[in-house]
């Protein structure tokens, strides 16, 4: 996976697809496997921005089940299996508990158990062609001692009566799952490149004839010529379409999220806990040797490049979730990271993602995305290029993403690839049980591919498992191009804290022998990595 910008300047397109999100991702794979050229073009790294800001759930849809949506229960259900069987090594299922209230209120114990049944009913098929460690239970319920036996006193109170029990899928590395899909269009043909943002269109008899693009690594601009164009840029997508005079102005308004991480260990066991404030949920979701605490959401009016997250708001989000939280209160001190992103404005969690066909605005060749979440961008992407096609008029074959392995998905059982490979790849290469878990966690049935760098067998400073090999990796094979699409992206290094001095500058020490930094680079890149941290 190489960034050719002399290739994206001399190819005539069919589709180009702006914004390397999930989303756009997602559809610009969707288009590659279904024979149309397709170049992908995305103004700062791939997953870098709102798909980077998540629970890392892959909800299944119980959520739905308040607004009676079945549709929408039914399209989250078959995209979480999707997922779970695309990406076994990326997508796992995850357990969820909720306490249940009084008998009058509506999550009393009874309606809770009536609305595990609907869903059980809804989902019938969830589990469908998986195999026995990806299946999803049926949900259910659990007796108020059940409860506190398995999380502690702290829930016996009067208020609580039990807890209902789902199951949904939870994609541990959610920016690695975004380069799988990648990969995968590569390998079907997609072009790509990151640090390239759209700076103009060429308009010609009420078309988009060519973009004008930026590479932000060279300070030079190019064209890129396609014959249809998505805009799937997330929240900059009104930003980009203000860039087309000719259309009318449209308000995109949106919804600033947050999510906080912390290293504290909230609840026992590694089951994702929801708790209530009035009507809004918050989840605490364990997620390696951290827990995630989300969502806080907030009206954002500014431009999308301007979020930042003010101290007085983190302060306020963490007194909400002690109002909910029953254990020791969480302090300031206690939060090593945050999530931020953006949700469309107005939202509603019954919503559907739209489609935006500029041709009766006067340009026939344009489609802008509207998202709403990060579980259903296959199915997005597969809606897109359908509508795309039938527009054209063209004969085309169904879409087969639903069952073709992203990227390291090439397996019957993870746990058995696990089995089959872990001491092997130990014997081979020296390293320990907990770096080769981890490369097969990270790379499933493509960890072979970071073995090709030998020489770098050896993990980090301060880390058991991230390997030196994985650095050269992402810089040889995934455009990583600066410290911080390594950090925060291509490994899970500074997922959830910033990274030790010395485990920066071994990096930065790494990837500038490979591209040629001098040691004030380094030291630049190291610098801009550490600004993304709390």
């Not at 995968?184 to 008899?205: E, S």
């Amino acid at each position: 996976m190489k960034r050719n910008l002399e290739q994206l300047a001399s190819t005539r397109y069919d589709l180009l697809v702006i914004g390397g999100g999930i989303n756009g991702v997602a559809t610009a794979y969707e288009a590659a496997t279904r024979g149309l050229k397709t170049c992908l073009l995305e103004a700062s790294d791939f997953m870098s921005q709102t798909s980077s800001n998540s629970l890392k759930i892959i909800h299944g849809g119980f959520r739905y089940l308040q607004q009676a949506n079945f549709k929408r229960i039914r399209e989250s259900s078959r995209e979480r299996r999707n997922l779970l069987k695309i990406a076994p090594h990326l997508v796992h299922p995850l357990q969820c508990l909720m306490p249940t209230e009084s008998v009058w209120k509506l999550r009393s114990l009874p309606n809770m158990f009536a609305a595990s049944l609907i869903n059980g009913l809804v989902s019938f098929d969830r589990s469908k062609g998986l195999p026995p460690d990806k299946r999803i239970p049926l949900g259910g319920i659990m007796s108020k001692k059940e409860l506190i036996e398995l999380l502690g006193k702290e829930f016996d109170r009067p208020s609580v009566t039990g807890a209902a029990v789902w199951h949904d899928g939870m994609a541990v590395n959610s920016e690695r799952l975004g380069l799988a899909f990648l990969h995968a269009g590569v390998q079907n043909g997609l072009d790509a490149a990151n640090y390239c943002p759209v700076t103009g269109f060429t308009l010609k008899n009420g078309r988009i004839s060519s973009v004008q693009v930026k590479d932000e690594l060279s300070g030079s601009s190019f064209t890129v010529k396609a014959d249809h164009v998505v805009n799937a840029a997330g929240a900059w997508v009104g930003g980009l379409l203000h860039q087309l005079p000719s259309l009318p102005k449209r308000d995109f308004p949106q919804c600033r999220v947050m999510n906080l991480v912390t290293k504290r260990q909230l609840f026992p066991g590694r089951m994702a806990v929801g708790l209530f404030d009035h009507e809004r949920a918050f989840f605490f979701v364990p997620w390696g040797k951290y827990w995630m605490i989300g969502t806080d959401e907030a009206a954002w009016t500014d431009e999308p490049g301007r979020l930042q997250i003010r101290e007085e708001e983190i302060e306020r989000f963490l007194g909400r979730i002690n109002k909910v939280y029953p254990g020791t209160p969480l302090r300031r001190e206690d939060i090593c990271h945050l999530h931020k992103g953006f949700v469309p404005g107005r939202f509603k969690p019954d919503g559907d993602f739209k489609l935006l066909d500029h041709h009766q605005e006067g340009i026939a060749n344009l489609i802008s995305i509207l998202p709403v979440k990060y579980t259903t961008a296959r199915d997005v992407g597969q809606k897109t290029v359908d509508f795309l096609l039938r527009k054209l008029g063209r004969a085309f074959m169904e879409s087969q993403t639903a069952d073709m392995p992203l990227e390291g998905g090439d397996m019957e059982s993870f746990s058995v690839f696990c089995a089959e490979n872990t001491e092997c790849l130990m014997d081979e290469t020296g390293i320990s049980e907990q770096a080769a878990r981890h490369l097969l966690r990270n790379y499933g049935s493509s960890y072979r591919q970071v073995l090709r760098y030998s020489n770098l067998l050896r993990p980090l400073p301060s880390s058991e498992e991230i390997l030196l090999a994985e650095i050269a990796y992402a810089v040889d094979e995934e455009m990583a191009v600066h410290l911080d699409d390594v950090v925060r992206r291509r490994t899970d290094l500074g997922a959830g804290e910033k990274p030790l001095p010395e485990t920066l500058a071994c990096c930065a020490a790494l990837m500038g022998n490979m591209l040629g930094w001098t040691a004030e680079q380094q030291q630049h890149e190291i610098v801009r990595c550490e600004k993304f941290y709390l």
